[in-house]
Antibody
């Protein structure tokens, strides 16, 4: 059974960098049949996909256009985990952040399962 | 950008059928997934590839997708099914979610 364990601070100052890590058990960040995503949820924006990383002979990364200039997602094969960094945060980045496994099949037959426990990150001075 | 639209709320009596719609341009040409979220918990996958149920999801959950609308149906709704439900599809390598539907079991 795949489990995702998130870690990182719950409070970030405006203009600083939000950093979260997601460690997995029961699967590999290098899996050829999965991708590793960050999704956030807030009352104002609902569920918002932020980006993903996956390995298919080499590493690929996709980012949402809305955060593309500020986001970095990195895999760490030595620790079997992946991370999220979001730069120059504002109060609008306050949300619950989830790391999520995406199960990949041919074409666009992909779905999210399971989700991490979620981390409430508040951006405030 | 691609958008998915859900009704904000659906009410259903115990034992009856709840239908939750998700509308998007040519959604039937994509695959839809559905997620259930109870208060204070992370979302849980209940339907993928339009109509498939993951292991452990009760048979009363079913899905369909055609034209511009995907539908999640809960047959014989139980009190434990009271939750928020979100549809999701992919568009140009970007995951898109609907705004969510709160299902209330009266």
């Amino acid at each position: 059974q795949v489990q995702l364990q998130q870690s990182g601070p719950g409070l970030v100052r405006p203009s600083q960098t939000l950093s979260l890590t997601c460690a997995m058990s029961g699967d590999s960040v290098s899996s050829n049949s999965a991708a590793w995503n960050w999704i956030r949820q807030s009352p104002s924006r609902g569920l918002e996909w932020l980006g993903r990383t996956y390995h298919r002979s080499k590493w690929y990364i996709d980012y949402a256009i809305s955060v593309k200039s500020r986001i970095t997602i990195n895999p760490d094969t030595s620790k079997n985990q992946f991370s999220l960094q979001l730069n120059s945060v504002t109060p609008e980045d306050t949300a619950v952040y989830y790391c999520v496994r995406e199960i990949v099949e041919a074409g666009s037959n992909n779905w999210f399962d399971p989700w991490g426990q979620g981390t409430l990150v508040t951006v405030s001075s | 950008s691609y958008e998915l639209t859900q009704p904000p709320s659906v009410s259903v009596s115990p034992g009856q059928t709840a239908s939750i719609t998700c509308s998007g341009d040519k959604l039937g040409s994509k695959y839809a997934s559905w997620y259930q979220q109870k208060p204070g918990q992370s979302p849980v996958l209940v339907i993928y590839q339009d109509s498939k149920r993951p292991s452990g999801i009760p048979e009363r959950f079913s899905g369909s997708n055609s034209g511009n609308t995907a539908t999640l149906t809960i047959s014989g709704t139980q009190a434990m099914d009271e939750a928020d439900y979100y549809c999701q599809a992919w568009d140009s390598s970007t995951a898109v979610f609907g705004g969510g539907t709160k299902v209330t079991v009266l």
